[in-house]
């Protein structure tokens, strides 16, 4: 069955650590997202990418890195310059179109320690 | 600018009781509307979703209606059970580029 999948589901970062999430589609999806939300909040676009090797920030970039070198693979780094990191990432791909929607990856949850 | 208003909650219902989330938008252009709905813990699935006027999109007995003319696209159960608690995503899609623009989100409690 075709998905996407987030890995790891929960994450432990130190101060002052850079971290890597994983987000991996197999639906031939051309975009890709990553969004964070915040306990009773709603989404938050922090970047995405229409193409690969193309990507571009959304409303909360900085603190956030990204690579999109295969169509399958969006990694996000959280970079020590995130002052807040502790939060639930969410990953979605979608194809080119607006009639299709996102499908989501089940998530990562980040905490700092 | 592109945007989606939900109706704060949280709302909370008894079983049975008939549910409705109201959803509006503001869009340029001839935007598709979605309902996404959110178990704890987990991601986004895709309840259902209208790509033009006057359709009606429906799932697992959530229906919403794409109403040009007030800009809304409401989600309406006639039934809701426990099962259905979580929290509801209102979306739209902007035309030239497939990218989705969230509501807040409203969270459905749902008591036996």
């Known amino acids: 069955d075709g998905g996407i999948t987030q890995s790891p589901k929960y994450l432990f970062r130190k101060e002052g650590q850079n971290v890597t999430l994983s987000c991996e589609q197999n639906?031939?999806?051309?975009?890709m997202y990553w969004y964070r939300q915040d306990p009773g909040q709603g989404l938050r676009l922090i970047y995405y990418?229409?193409?690969?090797?193309?990507?571009q920030k959304g409303d909360i970039a900085e603190g956030y890195s990204v690579s999109r070198e295969k169509k399958e693979s969006f990694p996000l780094t959280v970079t020590s310059a995130q002052k807040n990191p502790t939060a639930f990432y969410l990953c979605?791909?979608?194809?080119?179109?607006?009639?299709?929607?996102?499908?989501f990856g089940s998530g990562t949850r980040l905490t700092v320690v | 600018g592109n945007s989606v208003t939900q109706m704060e909650g949280p709302v909370t219902l008894s079983e049975e009781a008939f549910l409705t989330i109201n959803c509006t938008y503001t869009?340029?252009?001839?935007?598709?509307l979605f309902w996404y709905v959110q178990y704890p813990g987990e991601g986004l699935q895709l309840l259902l979703k209208?790509?033009?006027?006057?359709d009606k999109g429906s799932n697992k007995g959530f229906e919403a209606t794409y109403r040009k003319e007030t800009t809304s696209f409401h989600l309406e159960k006639g039934s809701v059970q426990v099962s259905d608690s979580a929290v509801y995503f209102c979306?739209?899609?902007?035309?030239?580029?497939?990218?989705?623009?969230f509501g807040q989100g409203t969270t459905l409690q749902v008591k036996p």
């Open positions: 979605a791909s979608s194809e080119q179109g607006n009639n299709y929607g996102y499908t």
């Open positions: 639906l031939n999806h051309d975009a």
């Open positions: 990418s229409q193409i690969v090797n193309d990507f």
């Open positions: 869009a340029t252009g001839y935007p598709s």
């Open positions: 209208a790509t033009k006027a006057d």
């Open positions: 979306a739209l899609s902007l035309a030239n580029t497939g990218k989705l623009i």
